[in-house]
């Protein structure tokens, strides 16, 4: 067993890395594109594109309707199945995935395209968003087939794609579009074509790498068609995402249905902080499912359980440090990045700040139940989650404000996960609490207990905010190695971890190899 789990986490450290890499760069790129859309058209042209933007994610989500993961999923798990018809079912389900997406994209296409005046005027009531809408809807396809390209490539282990052609090639073609509408004065408009001239070049590339992959090669006879499979388990997943998307969205737009459009700028500067807190534990997620995938089809409940257990651990401890800080330190931080007036928002980031926490330390639930097949129970938790943040903003956003949407999304998320992790241990007996894990968990509740009663006590500047968190990490991994946290796996995952960046981690192995149990 120890030797497939060894293998298994330095795969999901290679494949995390290059998430988190591509991550890393995308914010920054992303943080520069909206700049320089907002510095370059009027507040109702803004408008606008951001509007063409929401409806253009709805679309590619419902004409994707989760086969990008369902497609994943099958994948890696009919490789790990490793029989003499494994290709040709591969291939069938890669034939019965793009024929469908493919289709189905164009068809909303067709719609959206030709209907964009009659929606612009009587759906929005602004006639001008018309041909806004219309060319968004041109790069549909497009997307489209940018998603289930990476899936694919997601199925057999590798996330690079995704990183290369969606952060690299689209991102990058983006702005330097952008850039050159700016200066030839393109308007509105010229942002919508520069948007859609990235998405068209950055599919071309994506799919002449998939052909020169030779994936399709050698397709001999007819692959078995999947259709009726892959929508089957597919389909739950788009109500999921849906939700999902509900989930996200219902505080700021009940916010602004509740109160005023200052009070939803607040809320929305502490929220993108918190969604920080799980980044290393999202960073897996791409290369989680089909690794898990394939153990699933071998049958190895054991590793699974395991790596489960390792990942949730580490997701949990580098999520750590950035949780505390954010806590106790609520308003230096607002104030540092969004200005002094945003320091009311506080109390939300404190309290989304533990939502986020509370989704780490579970770890995976939901993506282990969907490689487990279990499809439809992950649309009920997220019905249930989503239902429950509707129902708990409607009560709590009247009196309480952004403290109540924030709650209303703590509540929401821990019921989710509560429910994820019961269901996950009942079926496989999975759960991330060892004695390893528990120990982490009370030295960081420890240490941030006396972190806040220091930090109470002194008026906070940023400089030495900076050197608290760098005493608090410190501090951190002293008690961890002081306790025996680690065990034989994270050497392995340090391996890896060097490996993969390069940098000479020798001291900090022969210090962990005297504490590992």
């Given at each position: ?42 507040q ?25 993961e ?14 003499s ?19 189905s ?22 006639p001008?968003?018309?041909a ?6 041109v ?10 390209v ?25 702005i ?11 308007g509105?408009?010229?942002?919508v074509?520069?948007?859609v ?6 599919c ?54 509740f ?33 898990m ?32 800080i954010?806590?106790?330190f ?29 989704h ?9 139940l ?8 992950v ?32 509540c ?9 992790s ?26 941030l ?36 946290s ?32």
């Amino acid at each position: 067993m120890s030797e497939i789990v060894d293998q298994t986490l330095k795969r999901i450290v290679k494949g995390s890395s290059i998430v988190l890499v591509g991550t890393l760069i995308s914010m920054p790129l992303g943080f520069v594109a909206k700049l320089v859309v907002i510095r370059n058209t009027t507040q109702s042209e803004y408008g606008m594109y951001s509007l063409g933007l929401v409806l253009l994610i709805i679309l590619i989500t419902v004409s994707l309707m989760g086969l990008q993961e369902g497609s994943t999923r099958f994948i890696a798990y009919y490789r790990g199945k490793s029989t003499s018809e494994t290709d040709r079912k591969i291939k069938g389900i890669m034939c019965s995935a793009f024929q469908m997406v493919i289709l189905s994209s164009v068809v909303w296409f067709i719609v959206v395209f030709f209907l964009s005046n009659s929606i612009a005027s009587h759906l929005f009531h602004m006639p001008e968003f018309s041909a806004v809408l219309r060319w968004f809807s041109v790069s549909l396809p497009f997307m489209v087939i940018i998603t289930m390209v990476a899936a694919v490539f997601r199925g057999f282990g590798r996330v690079e794609p995704n990183i290369y052609f969606e952060v690299g090639v689209r991102q990058g073609l983006f702005i330097l579009f952008l850039t050159v509408s700016v200066v030839l004065e393109g308007g509105l408009l010229g942002i919508v074509y520069a948007y859609v001239a990235a998405a068209v070049l950055a599919c071309l590339g994506i799919v002449l790498y998939l052909a020169r992959s030779s994936l399709f090669e050698d397709l001999g006879e007819r692959p078995p068609g999947f259709k009726r499979e892959l929508l089957g388990f597919s389909l739950p997943l788009l109500s999921v995402t849906v939700l999902n998307m509900v989930m996200q969205w219902t505080d700021t737009i009940m916010l602004g249905s509740f109160k005023t459009s200052d009070v939803v700028a607040v809320y929305n500067a502490a929220l993108p902080l918190a969604r920080l807190i799980p980044l290393a534990l999202s960073s897996s997620t791409l290369i989680f499912v089909p690794i898990m995938s394939e153990l699933f089809s071998m049958g190895l409940t054991k590793e699974m359980k395991r790596t489960y257990q390792i990942v949730t651990r580490w997701g949990f401890s580098l999520a750590v440090p950035l949780f505390s800080i954010f806590f106790v330190f609520p308003v230096t931080v607002l104030q540092f990045f969004f200005g002094v007036s945003y320091g009311e928002a506080a109390l939300p980031l404190q309290i989304l700040s533990c939502a986020f926490m509370a989704h780490t330390i579970t770890g995976l639930n939901g993506l282990t139940l969907t490689v487990m097949g279990n499809t439809r129970f992950v649309m009920v938790m997220s019905l249930m989650g989503a239902g429950s943040n509707v129902i708990l903003n409607y009560v709590l956003i009247p009196p309480f404000g952004t403290a109540g949407a924030a709650l209303a999304f703590l509540c929401s998320v821990i019921l989710a996960n509560v429910m994820g992790s019961i269901k996950l241990y009942r079926m496989s007996g999975i759960h991330p609490f060892t004695l390893s894990y528990a120990k982490p968990l009370g030295i960081s509740g420890l240490l941030l207990v006396v972190l806040y009663g220091i930090g109470s006590q002194m008026e906070m500047s940023f400089g030495l905010l900076l050197l608290f968190g760098i005493g608090f990490l410190g501090g951190f991994l002293g008690l961890l190695l002081l306790t025996r946290s680690f065990d034989r796996e994270d050497i392995e995952v340090l391996l890896a971890i060097e490996r993969k960046s390069g940098v000479n981690l020798k001291l900090f192995k022969n210090v962990l190899r005297r504490f590992v149990k």
